[in-house]
């Protein structure tokens, strides 16, 4: 089972002082800060999942990338560019026409030529198909399909239409990409008619798309009806889908590959389980920037707040993280300066219980990723892009140890999934 891991431009600066937070003041962005695959060994993926918005953005919208960023991929190639032979494997990347940026229009923004322009020339492995996300599923009407919405026919059907003319393209432009469909549905016999029919067009390496929000057992339900019409050698991919309990049953299935930036973004999007251990999760200890609070500024900005009295706070708390962490004083002397600290901000949400689990457990000291080898205490504070990334870097790590020990365990688990 290979994990692909959605591009977003995360890197971290290898320069970047904890203590002072600050800069090389010689640091290029593009050149010196680094991506996951060069931080983590081994690498925590399979490969990258290249989204042309976020590359090229839409009509009227530019993408993440800026202009001398997007020129140097198209210049370069995605192996160059991305630095994915660096490391110990070589790395597969995959593009795709991010389809849920447009999902609400009538119809992609993107032709299968613009598209495959964007596959051939940042030199991908792999290229998906235009595609246009059903907005919607009910199990129910696998027993009632003249009820199901138009809306949700019409783009089914244009997505198979758009893979065949992808596939056309593909073989007329003599074209270097391995080619991948997508199959969309709202019901367990939908999906399984388009990967069938998207099986007859020629495809044998299809992708299963919208399943981001759906129930794993609706999930489940959907490949168990693929599954009977699936021909050998087809290859599935679940798009965005991270549910590593049920990943046994996953590829018990046919599925072959997924992709998702979930264990990322838990770091510093989640309310509580932003660091992984093997078994469980914890939570980060949130110690905001006295200059990066829109609340905090607009007090000091009011008088509300003296300036000199936060950034007094502020330092307490990361001085006896520190402190904390070579046993110079103890999680409650901890949990004291943070919560002096959240008074002045005027947090109202008391995570003391939760800090002080994560102190006493201090999971950093045990864990052998290289980020927390190199930074220690600093991946557990919730603070910056520098440390969140880190951590999300981390995640990434034991993401990938939790697959490899799911894939090999004796059993699939049937319970407690992750995401239900």
Request: contains cysteine; proline residues 5%.
């Amino acid at each position: 089972m290979r994990f692909l891991f959605p591009d977003g431009q995360d890197q971290v600066d290898p320069s970047f002082d904890f203590v002072t937070e600050q800069r090389s003041v010689h640091r290029v962005r593009q050149r010196d800060d680094r991506y996951a695959h060069e931080i983590i060994e081994p690498e925590p993926y399979d490969g990258l999942l290249v989204s042309k918005p976020i590359v090229d953005g839409l009509p009227g919208a530019s993408g993440k990338y800026t202009a001398a960023q997007r020129n140097r991929l198209y210049r370069e190639g995605a192996r160059r560019f991305f630095r994915l032979t660096n490391g110990t494997s070589t790395l597969a990347v995959m593009g795709d026409c991010g389809a849920f940026t447009y999902v609400r229009e009538h119809e992609p923004l993107y032709t299968v030529d613009e598209v495959i322009d964007f596959y051939e020339g940042c030199q991908f492995d792999i290229g998906i198909a235009v595609d246009h996300v059903v907005f919607g599923y009910d199990a129910a009407l696998d027993a009632s399909p003249s009820e199901v919405p138009p809306d949700w026919t019409f783009r089914q059907e244009l997505t198979i239409s758009l893979a065949a003319d992808f596939l056309a393209a593909h073989r007329r432009r003599g074209c270097t990409f391995d080619p991948v469909a997508v199959a969309h549905g709202w019901s367990p016999l939908s999906y399984a008619a388009a990967v069938k029919e998207l099986q007859r067009i020629g495809y044998r390496r299809i992708a299963l798309g919208g399943m981001v929000p759906l129930r794993t057992p609706d999930i489940l339900n959907s490949l168990k009806a693929i599954r009977l019409s699936l021909q050998k050698g087809t290859e599935m991919h679940l798009l965005g889908v991270t549910r590593t309990a049920h990943v046994q049953d996953f590829a018990s299935y046919g599925v072959t590959s997924f992709d998702s930036t979930s264990p990322f973004r838990q770091a510093f999007k989640d309310d509580k389980d932003n660091y992984y251990a093997l078994d469980r999760s914890f939570v980060a200890i949130r110690v905001p920037q006295v200059d990066g609070n829109t609340r905090l500024r607009s007090k000091v900005a009011a008088g509300a707040v003296d300036q000199r009295v936060a950034r007094r706070l502020e330092k307490a708390c990361l001085e006896r993280l520190r402190k904390f962490d070579v046993d110079a004083c103890s999680a409650a002397s901890v949990i004291d300066a943070i919560a002096s600290y959240n008074a002045l901000l005027g947090e109202t949400k008391d995570r003391s219980a939760s800090y002080t689990e994560t102190l006493e457990a201090r999971p950093w000291k045990s864990c052998t990723c290289t980020v927390c080898k190199e930074i220690g205490i600093e991946v557990i504070i919730f603070r910056g892009a520098d440390r969140n990334r880190r951590r999300g870097f981390h995640n990434l790590s034991v993401f990938a140890e939790r697959l490899s020990r799911d894939l090999s365990a004796p059993t699939p688990r049937k319970n407690g999934a992750d995401g239900d």
